[in-house]
């Protein structure tokens, strides 16, 4: 039976792939012999390099064309690639060890007459130094939907082509390649993946999966190991079985099979750790806070005057044509639990959460101190005045048991039937409740707990999930995560507020959620269970989010299998897909991540994924109290995120490219990180510090005045004076309420984090630190400088980061990358941009760099001088403020259809000749 899955290639112009679901096919070799295409790898090659090609060896040809290719190919707007030449389009497949082959398949296919079928093709194999015909074909058939066997004198080889003549580039008419060995042929050695590296904690086990391909029966499967200590395997002799370890160390775990006389291996790396001995730390909610930095106050001011007043306007407004889904769904539900007649619901399905991303924003603006600025007073008068608007429009749009998500109580009820189905995993109940959740949060903050309309039905619609999803209830999990780290994050906070453990149950969902994420796909982290996920994978803000809820339930409840997960993913993120901006996916699968080390400069990083992953930092700091994780978050805040908001606070990206020439849009189809950016970025007290009971944690250096609480029993101001990030030198005033001794924990930055990234000069210290004068040496624990003493009101610590210009160099397994270099002055990676000089593509100079400050420049940033090869002045501006000063006229902005391949604003700089 055929199936009703097919994946087409188009390349070229389009280059995108289409799967649909199906069931496998037939198409054996004549008297059942193996098709040995299962075996290899394939590719298309082409004069730019090879393409893996994975649906071309998957055993999967289509039924039927679906209804969204067909409404592509009667699309009359449709770019007509068909009126191009015919081309010669050429496949290969490659094993890891001699094959003997004598025939092949083709399973040819005119999609209904809509592209052409070949004129001929014909096989090549190499002979160890080139490709050549395979002698005596018979058969070469070009029939159309089905499989075209050919038969030729036997080959022993690596590599087999297929080349097809005269067919159009856009859309292959190859959708299937087998490749069959003889009768009598000896047997072809398995193809195995032991699967990918991880990292384990002493005391708890690996989940091993391995993957063995064979067309010949298996005689020995094992598994061994090396390390320092003893390793014990459930079963050393199947494929999928876990091990456990006693001792920290790095193992090497091998997974070999043997196919009649032909044995294979592959190998995983293991790095075992000790768990975290401490309890975890505490968040340092955002309260009323004042800013004293010039860069900050210049950023905030921009989100609270432009950016949030503008998505207010945005989110009323009823005549958009993109982007739509603002107030205006939360009335019409309303009107729908009335019974009044109401209007559709509009948008994406998820629109309710640049909403409550919205009010949030609101309220975490309004703890901002305006300090008398009177254009800040005026905007924060307006979020007030929105706040009362929108609140009550919002709870009249909340069920009666709690529910909130007016496109369900909008709902076609023919096709959505009922809340929390397997079916409807992709209609974000989850994801749209969670943002609500963590916006009643902000607001009782604001009000210190006096207005609890958000907090109390924030509490009703948790309640709500869990008296329906839970065991012995409902098993469930939502295709977008949010909910997840939402009800940890609520969790802790009315334990906080209320105590008695009132919210352990919001706690105990949020694994429930995660632990029922199985069977599923990649795309939404539901491959396999999250206890047994090592590398990240998928779309990349649904990853994050995975993963920050992941560090959450880790430090709540001391699970082994969480403990080892998250570190095996953080590991995987940071040291093979993560960009040197601090952003994250690469956009090559759906908005999400590519293969380890696969970091093209036209990255994705979708500022909401920046958004999740400084979630996702912050969590680890919070369980392992090491500064590597505050090292990372800076390092997102100032150069992924910072930057998403245009200069004038009018503008956003969806995406952040380290290679572009599009500017911001001020509005998107998909809006759903306006939101976001502001809340993110203006809870910085909750980036700065973490305390524990005895201490506080320095994160960040922000010129700034917070109050963190319950430390040693009192609440204890902290003042930073400092110009970081263009300066390094930091005071910081340490005012408790009542004299008390505890540990203040000041973090040393270190710009080498990831393995990905080597600087130069390596900076991974502060010097001159003293107290209240007095010398203080510089010993560091995790990444931090403990200070202990009696601390009272006026206490100084004074140090130094040091600040040079930093060259630094990617990993030569990053390939857009090789040759190149990027620069960095403290946290801030910079761009080199057209509008400051009009060759970027050319070789930087040998001339020393230097810094300097430009007044003139976004009201006052520090830049980098150098020279180009050709002598020129190089001029390179920080990576937030890229990207607004448009070239021409008429440049692109994000969202635009228009393609146009050179970059104004790059990242990477060229180090060698081209």
């Not at 032909?262 to 401490?278: A, D, G, T």
């Not at 305006?370 to 609140?391: F, H, N, R, S, Y």
């Not at 203040?744 to 984090?753: K, L, M, Q, S």
Request: aromatic share 10%.
């Amino acid at each position: 039976m055929r199936k009703n899955r097919f994946m087409l290639i188009l390349a070229a112009a389009m280059v995108a792939v289409v799967m649909i679901p199906s069931c496998a096919t037939g198409g054996a070799g004549k008297a059942g012999k193996d098709n040995l295409a299962v075996l290899a790898r394939s590719a298309q090659v082409s004069r730019g390099g090879q393409r893996d090609i994975r649906e071309l060896n998957d055993g999967l040809v289509p039924d039927s064309i679906p209804e969204q290719m067909r409404r592509w190919m009667s699309n009359p707007n449709r770019q007509q690639q068909m009126q191009s030449g015919l081309n010669v389009m050429r496949y290969e497949y490659v094993w890891e060890q001699p094959v003997s082959i004598d025939e092949a398949a083709v399973f040819l296919y005119d999609f209904d007459r809509f592209t052409k079928l070949p004129q001929a093709y014909r096989f090549k194999y190499w002979n160890g130094e080139e490709y050549v015909d395979v002698e005596n074909a018979s058969g070469l058939g070009l029939e159309n939907d089905k499989f075209n066997h050919t038969t030729f004198t036997e080959v022993s080889t690596t590599k087999l082509m297929l080349e097809v003549d005269s067919v159009q580039r856009f859309l292959s008419p190859v959708l299937e390649w087998q490749v069959f060995k003889p009768e009598n042929a000896p047997a072809v050695a398995p193809v195995i993946t032991a699967g990918g590296d991880r990292m384990v904690v002493t005391g708890g086990k690996t989940y091993l999966s391995g993957l063995i391909k064979s067309v010949d029966p298996l005689k020995k499967t094992l598994w061994t190991a090396e390390g320092p200590g003893a390793v014990t395997f459930e079963n050393a002799k199947s494929d999928t079985t876990t091990a456990s370890f006693t001792v920290p160390g790095d193992y090497v775990l091998t997974l070999s099979a043997q196919a009649g006389k032909m044995k294979s291996s592959s190998s995983l790396k293991v790095s075992v750790v000790n768990p975290p001995e401490e309890k975890r730390l505490d968040v340092v909610y955002t309260r009323r806070y004042k800013i004293d930095s010039p860069l900050w106050n210049d950023r905030a001011k921009a989100l609270i005057v432009d950016w949030i007043p503008h998505c207010i306007t945005m989110i009323e407004r009823t005549d958009l044509e993109r982007g739509q889904g603002g107030i205006d769904n939360f009335i019409e539900a309303a009107k729908a639990l009335r019974g009044e007649p109401h209007g559709k619901h509009l948008g994406y399905v998820f629109s309710n959460a640049w909403v409550h991303q919205t009010i949030e924003s609101m309220c975490i603006a309004l703890m901002v101190d305006p300090q008398g600025d009177k254009e800040i007073i005026a905007a924060q008068e307006k979020m007030k005045k929105t706040l009362e608007k929108w609140i009550p429009i919002v709870l009249a749009a909340q069920e009666p048991d709690g529910y909130l998500q007016t496109a369900f109580t909008l709902r076609d009820t023919t096709r959505w039937k009922e809340r929390w189905a397997p079916e409807t995993r992709g209609n974000h109940e989850g994801y749209v409740a969670g943002y609500f959740i963590e916006s009643a949060i902000n607001h009782y903050t604001l009000t210190e707990g006096t207005d609890t309309r958000l907090y109390d039905a924030a509490k009703k619609l948790s309640d709500c999930w869990v008296a329906n999803i839970g065991p012995g209830k409902k098993a469930w999990y939502d295709g977008h995560q949010e909910m997840e780290q939402a009800l940890v994050r609520f969790g802790r906070f009315v334990n906080d507020m209320e105590g008695n453990g009132r919210g352990d149950s919001y706690i105990a969902l949020a694994k429930f959620l995660l632990d029922n994420r199985n069977n599923g796909s990649e795309y939404d982290q539901s491959h396999v269970p999250v206890q047994q996920q090592y590398e990240a994978v998928g779309h990349a803000v649904r990853a994050v989010y995975n993963y920050s809820a992941m560090a959450d339930v880790a430090a709540e409840t001391g699970d082994t299998d969480y403990q080892s997960a998250v570190m095996s993913l953080w590991d995987n993120m940071v040291n093979k897909k993560y960009y040197v901006t601090g952003g994250v996916g690469s956009g090559e699968t759906s908005e999400g991540f590519g293969g380890n080390y696969s970091l093209g400069n036209n990255a994705y990083c979708e500022s909401c994924s920046s958004c999740g992953l400084i979630f996702f930092q912050h969590k680890m700091n919070i369980a392992y109290h090491d500064a590597k994780y505050a090292d990372l978050y800076e390092e997102t805040i100032y150069n992924a995120l910072l930057g998403s908001i245009d200069y004038e606070g009018k503008h956003f990206f969806y995406t952040n490219p380290l290679s572009s020439n599009h500017m911001r849009s001020d509005w998107h189809v998909c809006p759903c990180c306006v939101g976001n950016i502001p809340r993110t970025l203006l809870m910085i007290p909750t980036w700065t510090y973490v305390k524990s009971d005895d201490g506080i944690y320095v994160n960040l250096f922000i010129g700034s005045t917070i109050n963190v609480e319950k430390v040693a029993g009192t609440t204890v101001e902290m003042v930073q004076k400092t110009d970081y990030p263009w300066k390094g030198d930091v005071s910081i005033t340490v005012n408790p309420a009542e004299s008390k001794k505890f540990t203040v924990w000041v973090r040393v930055p270190d710009r080498e984090t990831s393995d990905l990234y080597k600087s130069t000069p390596e900076l991974n210290t502060i010097s001159a630190l003293t107290v209240n004068g007095e010398s203080v040496p510089v010993q560091t624990d995790r990444g931090y400088v403990p200070i202990t003493m009696e601390w009272q009101k006026g206490d100084v610590i004074s140090f130094v980061i040091p600040m040079e210009v930093q060259t630094i160099t990617a990993d030569e397994r990053i390939v857009a990358d090789r040759g190149r270099i990027a620069l960095r002055y403290g946290p801030m990676i910079y761009n080199v941009e057209k509008a400051d000089q009009p060759d970027i593509d050319q070789r930087i100079g040998d001339a020393a760099l230097s810094t300097e400050w430009r007044n003139d420049m976004f009201g006052g940033i520090m830049t980098l001088k150098g020279k180009w090869s050709d002598g020129s002045d190089l001029l390179a501006i920080p990576n937030y403020v890229r990207l607004n000063r448009s070239t021409a006229p008429d440049a692109p902005r994000e969202g635009d259809q228009r393609r146009d391949w050179s970059p104004t604003s790059i990242v990477w700089i060229n180090k060698e000749a081209n």
